[in-house]
């Protein structure tokens, strides 16, 4: 009947089983306009996401109010999975082109909601992997309802993996009569017509491959004739897909006349559900269609006999019944004995049940019932207990239980004592105000007991004896004001406990429950944990305990009270839970947060019910195994340590603020969120937003504002452009869009349109900024192109002239000692002369005998040729510079000309010597001006070509390098 594998979710008591069934066939998904021609895209089904409906679970993209839906679905990955598609109602009728979806090779589903005028046979080309195919037309103006599009011939058959096909408010008679051909893996067809001739539903489901389960919807039929298809050279003989159907559903309204066997080629129907008129009788209705056999039968009209119920079980060989009728007739069943084959029995009364009661002896004839569901029906308060009194085994194969909205008021002890089959027993949303002690001895099978919504005030200690196998139990919303010691602790087995609204008595300023007390031994397999004080403070104490056998590690705890304290922090209950989520003001261990003590939560959720008073929740930061975390109606502006609550979270993966106020978002925040993939932002009040707020994202795909308030203020208009053109990261804005976003005034009253306000008051100033910015940046180009070409040699060498000249500062007061009389400077193509001349005439004669400094012998190994280059001619007396037409073509020449020069310049000493040791041209030289002014103003030698006139040279050179006495 109902599945419990999953957390505690909000139950709707009025919605029936038979409700249920029929919105969930006839449903059909009405457009939605909050992102209008936009598409969200989710890795997963994250809870806060409500509108997600898109089926799967990785890569979804729904994309809304859809426009154009060639270019709307031009920026999804390729890569989807599933991919649901809502076109804006309001746009004439388009045509679903062909090659539309040939991108999306991955793709397994595809939804779409809109009215095509024509469906080209090539639009579902390339979709090789879909297994899933939903066309929803949405509802028009009009007076059918229904789309009048034209379907190609064989419009699917590239659909060659599609097990799934589901077509709704389509209008048959604009389809191909082939439309369905070529579905060679089809097991599951439900098709929702709008026709009012039952022949052409008929001879085109002929075409149709076989599938396991079949349903037609066809409530703008109203008579039933026996098809004929001749018209379109069709036959319906023995041969048709129809008869091979396995598992038929139809589903009509109201029928106002049927031909003899307008329904027999559909051979043995599984389900069928149909409304009857007034005063008419469902067996009668029935034998009109000619079935053989009916699986499951759903009736919704006004009046029923369960009488009759039970001869249309019998003669259609029915498993499954359910009655949905405004008055159900109970005077003649116990005069039936027809219903010994029904398994299965869901009754639902919109009205009244004649005879004020309906009596579970009334069921006395269903012998083989494995569920049975009661809802909206008043029944005998002490009838339960009599069917066990005076026919125990007319419920021996009930496995299922559901009493809902029936007026019980009282469980009295023994009353399930022959119900020994039962696994769920669904009490909900009833009277019962008392359960008295052993009321469910015998229930040996049972897993799931849902009491939710009932009045219950006292749990006796006995009160659940007997539930040995129970996993589920379910008592939240009663108004429970006493729980005696150990009531609990026969449910050993116990996996998913749901408590409360707890209302001890009201002298006690808290409500006090220790989870020791009631159990005993907490139940080693508890997995899911929820404890309600409603809106009263609670004091929750764990207790010391053992539990049986290791504590389930991966426990969820729901807390929800006005103002929780938590006893016992240091426990292993509280060390296991991977799951939190709080529903309170404040829920502290002593003084702290109660997150100090569950370090090993990966998902956390806090809705606060007083935003200004939680308390310091700093602690989050200590939950490095969180992945997702959700904070609602928190204050943050007002944390100490909001700007660190977020550190140290490097496993977050989804992260949701709403309505929660916080005065800015800037990049200290999110540091440690690398790994962060999804973030929803539902800010209170006006916030600013840094542009560095994002750089730290750097795993963010899916950024979500809502109800964004910002200030008029050019630090924010980054926002627009990213959310814009950002190609990382989806960024979609609502309630309000982008372009109806406002940002608050300087003056805190005043209200701007936020992108006209950046437009008119930031955009000049961009643009002034990347104008300025850019013409600055050509003129320092060329500038550095013009001081290049004209100074760049130069570069160099005055950093060492700067540092000669700081150097010589320095040394101005001391006493210089040169380790060389002289540095020569010359080609390495004069090095001959300089070896077989220079050197044998002034270091080989003295004494004294000179020094010289050669770059080829003197300069230090490994250092900077420049660096070398200043040390020796600043630990020289003089230099000496050979001059040739070599020197004059070398740049290391010019370098070291230059060096000396400055040096010259610094000291003003006589310390430069210049040697022609050829005759060079004034043309030549003038090319070089340093070295032609040097000329013009000092004397310098030239090299005698004579041999007699050599030795005076070097007499003349000797005397001007040799040290002076004491020098």
Known sequence: MKSKAGEHHQKICTVSFLDSLLVLLLAVPSAQSWLAGRCNVYEDKNYWFKEVSCRGEKLIAECF???????????????????????????????????????????????????????????????????????????????????????????????????????????????????????????????????????????????????????????????????????????????????????????????????????????????????????????????????????????????????????????????????????????????????NKLKAVYLYSMGIIEHRYLYMNDFLSFTNLSSLAVMSILLDPLDLRSICLSSPLSVQHLSSLTINKSNLTKLVSDQFTCFFSLETVDLSCDRISEIEEFAF???????????????????????????????????????????????????????????????????????????????????????????????????????????????????????????????????????????????????????????????????????????????????????????????????????????????????????????????????????????????????????????????????????????????????????ISWAQNSKLVEVHMRDPSIKEMECLAKNGIDHHKFVQYTKEDCSFEAQFVLFASTSLSVVMFMLAVVFHRLAGPYVLPLYYIVHGWFQEALRKDSKRRYRYDAFVSYSGQDEQWVVEKLLPNLENRGPPFLRLCLHTRDFQLGQDIVENITDSLYSSHRTLCLVSRNYLRSNWCSLELQLATCRLQVEHRDILILVFLEKIPSKMLSAHHRLARLVKTRTYLAWPQKAELQDEFWERMWNKLKPKTGN
């Open 441 to 719: 001895r015998g229930l040996d099978q049972v897993q799931i007991l849902d009491l939710q919504q009932n009045i219950i005030r006292h749990i006796r200690k006995h009160t659940f004896s007997g539930l040995f196998a129970l996993t589920y139990l379910d008592l939240h919303e009663n108004p429970i004001s006493q729980i005696e010691t150990r009531s609990f602790e026969h449910l050993t087995n116990l996996q998913q406990f749901l408590l409360g609204d707890l209302n001890f008595s009201p002298t006690d300023p808290n409500i006090r429950l220790n989870l020791t007390d009631v159990f005993g031994e907490i139940p080693s397999r508890l997995g899911h944990l929820f404890i309600s004080s409603g809106l009263r403070p609670m004091q929750l104490a764990i207790g010391t305990y053992g539990t049986r056998g290791k504590l389930n590690q991966s426990l969820s705890l729901h807390i929800n009270g006005q103002y929780v304290m938590v006893e016992d922090c240091e426990s292993s209950l509280l060390e296991s839970v991977v799951t939190l989520r709080i529903n309170s003001g404040q829920v502290l261990c002593g003084s702290e947060f109660i997150g100090s003590y569950t370090r090993r939560v990966e998902y956390l959720q806090f809705i606060s019910t007083f935003p200004e008073d939680v308390g310091d929740i700093k602690a989050i930061n200590q939950l490095v195994h969180l992945r997702k975390l959700s904070l609602e109606n928190i204050d943050l502006s007002k944390q100490p340590y909001a700007a660190v609550m977020l550190h140290n979270l490097s496993k977050l993966e989804s992260l949701a603020l709403t309505n929660c106020r916080i005065d800015f978002l800037d990049g200290s925040l999110t540091k440690d969120l690398k790994s962060l993939k999804l973030m929803v932002l539902s800010l209170k009040d006006t916030v600013k937003i840094f542009s560095n707020f994002a750089e730290n994202l750097s795993s963010l795909k899916y950024l979500y504002f809502s109800h964004l308030r910002l200030h008029c203020n050019c630090d924010n208009a980054w926002l």
């Open 65 to 339: 109010g859809v426009t154009d839906i060639r270019e709307d679905l031009k920026g999804l990955p390729p890569n989807l999975l599933s991919l649901c598609v809502d076109m804006d109602p309001h746009l004439p009728d388009t045509p679903l082109d062909s090659g539309l979806f040939s991108r999306f090779v991955s793709l397994e589903f595809l939804n779409i909601n809109g009215c095509f005028s024509q469906i080209q046979a090539g639009a579902f080309q390339g979709l090789s992997n879909l297994t899933g195919l939903q066309l929803f037309s949405q509802w028009s103006d009009s007076s059918a309802g229904c789309c009048e599009s034209a379907f190609g011939s064989s419009v699917f058959h590239h659909l060659t993996a599609l097990k799934m096909l589901d077509i709704a408010l389509y209008n048959l008679t604009t389809m191909a009569l082939d439309a369905f051909e070529g579905i060679p893996e089809l097991e599951l067809f439900q098709i929702h017509v709008c026709i009012e001739d039952w022949s052409e539903v008929i001879c085109r489901l002929t075409r149709l491959n076989v599938v396991h389960e079949f349903t037609l919807i066809a409530h703008h039929i109203g008579i039933l004739k026996h098809p004929d298809c001749t018209k379109w050279n069709i036959s319906t003989g023995g041969s048709s897909f129809l008869c091979n159907l396995s598992n038929p559903n139809l589903l009509f309204n109201k029928i106002e006349k049927i031909e003899q066997g307008a329904l027999t080629y559909f051979g043995d129907l599984a389900h069928i559900t149909l409304e009857t008129w007034p005063g008419v009788s469902v067996l009668m209705y029935l034998s009109l269609f000619g079935f053989s056999k009916i699986t499951n039968l759903s009736v919704m009209g006004y009046q029923i006999d369960l009488g009759e119920l039970c001869q249309l079980s019998e003669r259609y060989s029915a498993e499954e019944v359910g009655v949905n009728f405004e008055i159900i007739n109970t005077s003649s069943l116990v005069a039936v004995t027809g219903c």
